[in-house]
Every structure is written in structure tokens, then in C-alpha cells.
């Protein structure tokens, strides 16, 4: 046989080899429709699976679509109990998670679906490290001609999670002028600790500085513990509120000082296919303890992944404030396009 040829085959044999290789060392996933998917169990939460494929990327797969699952090497099971289970086969029978171990161990396991809170956690739901999720936007508008503008808002969140810890980091920057004229000069910054004591349940404290100029705002200071309730925590759906008693200080025309119930919300969800987010976060405080004022801050919008983290957003920002100084509206509306990046 020719040398040439031979290089050909053996090259083409090698080839072949690395193939099944690559083949033997994939996770398999069956549907119940009788299909199978090639590549790599990533992750389950809430009810759905994420799947990495070579040929569409990673799929989401709902789990009642699932008949068994073959892995590689090992995958993690963590129970609403907290209870850790390993292994490297997993069938779905008639709304059951059967985890099976393989020919020549010794027991298996069966357990419902609600019952399966992940599979393969992220290490700081194992109490390894800190969970760091971020988020910076920049919305910029120049005016040239009759009227010169020039109008700068950023605004910007990164968040470290633990199993029992949060921590939490907000500013914000508005910046606008008109002519020779500043029109808008406003900055926020807040952050806020809280600490888990049960999966849902959490207390903390906070402590925000605010300054508004052309409300004569010159400087609040706000400081204090809250309790809260985190309804839903997930990469698709986020829902938590807290309540506190804070103590504020203001910087105006008359210093004052007193006591206010202070309260957060702050809600997201993804829609149609995780192509579009809803979001709402607010803050406020009311003044029980001298004028019964109610100020409140709002920012409400949907926000549209692009790609490699970048987002667009539009956004509705509203601030409230039951008893502003004479000339001043009690609300304030502002409207804006943002371009962002988040982890």
C-alpha cells in the first residue's frame, strides 16, 4: 500500500477516535418524545434545565420533557432539605426524580420533582465564596443649535451573596445643563447589609446619602435596621421587600432631623424567552415622627439583553415628595434610554 495512503488512513482513524472520545465523555439527555441531546448538563432551577449542545449553544429544557439523564462525571442533587445527593443517572417517571446509582452499587433513590430545589448549585448556595452580580448604565444626550443641552445620568449596582450574607451598593449621577446653566444636579448612594436567618427571612441595616439642590435638598442622610422577606431569588425571577426604622437627617433651608418608617421593593422577571426584563425597585420614607412627610424614589423600565452582558434599557424614574417647598412639584417624572453591561 502506498505510504501516503496509509498517513491518510491512520490520520483519518485518529480522527475518528478523537470523535468517540468526545462522544463517550458527553452527558445524554432523553426526552419522553424519544429524541436524545448530546453535550453537557449545566445546571436545573426551577423546573428548568439548562443544557449546553455544540450546535444550538445552551438550551433551556423544561424538566416534565425529560425522561433520563446519563452523565459523565458525577452531577449534584441539592433537596429543599438541603440534603446533597450525587450521581451520574437520573430518570423523571411520572412526575418522580428516580436518582439511580449504576450496575454493581449498591442502593437508589427516588424522590419528587418539587422536592429538587438545584442540580449542580452554584458554589456560594453550597456556602462556598460570594455569588458578585453587577450592573452599570450610562444614558448621555447633546443638544447643539438653538438650545445648547448637555444632559449625563449614570447609575450603577454590584451585589455580593452568600449563603447567609448580602451586601448591596447603589449610585447614581444626574448631571444636567442647559446653556451656561445646571438645571439638574442630583447623586444618591446607598448601601445595605442583610443577613439570612431563614432561606426566605433577613434583617439589616442601611445607611444612603441623597442630595437633591434644585428641591433644596443639599444633603439626607438616612440610617438604620430593616427586616425583609425575600419572596423569589433566581437568575429568571427576583422579588424582595423590607421594612425599617430609620433615622434622617436634612440639609435645607431649616436643618432637620427625625425618625421615618423606611421601606424598599425591588422586583425583575424575565419574559419571552429571557429576550426582555421587567423591572421595578422603589424606596421611600415617611416621616411619622414630626410632619407625616411621604418622599419616595422609583425606577421602573424593561431592560433588553444584546450580547456579552451589554443591555439596553428604558426607564421611567419617579420621585415624590408629599410636602415640597413652595414652587417646587410634589412629582417629578424623568424618562430615559440607557446602555449598559452587566455579570
Not at 433537596?79 to 446509582?101: A, C, P, R
Not at 447603589?170 to 439570612?196: A, I, R, V
Request: charged share 25%.
Amino acid at each position: 500500500m502506498d505510504l501516503a495512503v496509509m498517513k491518510l488512513m491512520f490520520a483519518l482513524l485518529y480522527i475518528l477516535l478523537l470523535f468517540a472520545l468526545s462522544i463517550s465523555k458527553a452527558d445524554t439527555l432523553t426526552m419522553k418524545d424519544g429524541s436524545s441531546l448530546v453535550g453537557h448538563v449545566i445546571s436545573q432551577e426551577k423546573n428548568i434545565l439548562k443544557f449546553d449542545t455544540s450546535f444550538a449553544g445552551i438550551i433551556n429544557v423544561k424538566w416534565e420533557q425529560v425522561k433520563t439523564i446519563d452523565t459523565e462525571q458525577p452531577v449534584t442533587i441539592m433537596l429543599v432539605t438541603d440534603e446533597l445527593v450525587s450521581t451520574k443517572h437520573i430518570s423523571n417517571i411520572e412526575g418522580e426524580i428516580s436518582q439511580i446509582k449504576k450496575a454493581g452499587e449498591e442502593w437508589k433513590t427516588a424522590f419528587k420533582s418539587h422536592n429538587v430545589s438545584y442540580i449542580n448549585p452554584e458554589p456560594w448556595l453550597l456556602d462556598q465564596g460570594f455569588k458578585i452580580s453587577a450592573l452599570f448604565n450610562v444614558s448621555l444626550k447633546s443638544q447643539r443649535g438653538n438650545t445648547v443641552k448637555e444632559e449625563l445620568d449614570l447609575d450603577g449596582e454590584i451585589r455580593f451573596r452568600s449563603l447567609q450574607d448580602r451586601y448591596t451598593f447603589k449610585g447614581l449621577l444626574e448631571h444636567d445643563t442647559s446653556g451656561d446653566k445646571t438645571t439638574s444636579d442630583n447623586w444618591l448612594f446607598s448601601s445595605k447589609y442583610d443577613s439570612f436567618f431563614t432561606k426566605k427571612q433577613y434583617y439589616g441595616a442601611q445607611l444612603q446619602f441623597e442630595r437633591d439642590r434644585f428641591t433644596d435638598l443639599d444633603l439626607r442622610t438616612s440610617f438604620g435596621p430593616h427586616i425583609g422577606h425575600q419572596r423569589y431569588e433566581s437568575d429568571e425571577l427576583n422579588l424582595s421587600s423590607d421594612i425599617g426604622l430609620f433615622k434622617v437627617w436634612e440639609d435645607n433651608i431649616i436643618d432637620t432631623d427625625y425618625l421615618a418608617l423606611n421601606w424598599n421593593i425591588n422586583y425583575d422577571q424575565y419574559f419571552f424567552n429571557e429576550t426582555t426584563q421587567l423591572y421595578h425597585n422603589q424606596q421611600g420614607l415617611w416621616d411619622w415622627e414630626k410632619s407625616g412627610k411621604v418622599t419616595f424614589i422609583s425606577w421602573t423600565g424593561f431592560r433588553f439583553p444584546l450580547r456579552d452582558g451589554i443591555v439596553a434599557s428604558t426607564e421611567l424614574e419617579w420621585e415624590y415628595d408629599s410636602q415640597p417647598n413652595e414652587s417646587i412639584n410634589k412629582s417629578d417624572r424623568t424618562y430615559r434610554i440607557k446602555l449598559g453591561y452587566q455579570w
